[in-house]
């Protein structure tokens, strides 16, 4: 599991803001920005540039690019892992149970994938 180590320790944070988007805190420093450009960056609204420029100004530009990166990244994996069928493990399927549920994130069409 690729984010096994950063997964570990969420007490704290608003889990609720990855599917709630802007407007809600996440409890994540600088959170606010890096949400709007997430969002900025995955449908590609004109806020785009506004939204790069808050991140810069909150975050650095080396953590703007950092992030960036990682935005890129999800979505080159999703994807891949969403076109070729790949499920979720039984393990990990199981772990994060209740979380999917308490989320919503099972109301995804990519969530309708076989476990």
Known sequence: ?????????VE??????IVKGSGTFSGVPC????????????????EL?????????????????DAAAVIGNFQR????????????DERTAVVTEGMRAELGLNEFVSARLPL
């Open 12 to 17: 704290g944070l608003n889990l609720h803001a």
């Open 31 to 46: 959170g606010e920005e890096l949400v709007a450009f997430v969002e900025a960056a995955l449908t590609g609204t004109p």
């Open 49 to 65: 540039a506004t939204a790069r420029q808050a991140a810069a100004d909150a975050l650095g530009a080396q953590a703007l690019v």
């Open 77 to 88: 994996m999703t994807r891949i892992a969403d076109s070729t069928g790949i499920a979720v």
């Open 1 to 9: 599991m690729m984010l096994r180590e950063s997964g570990r320790d």
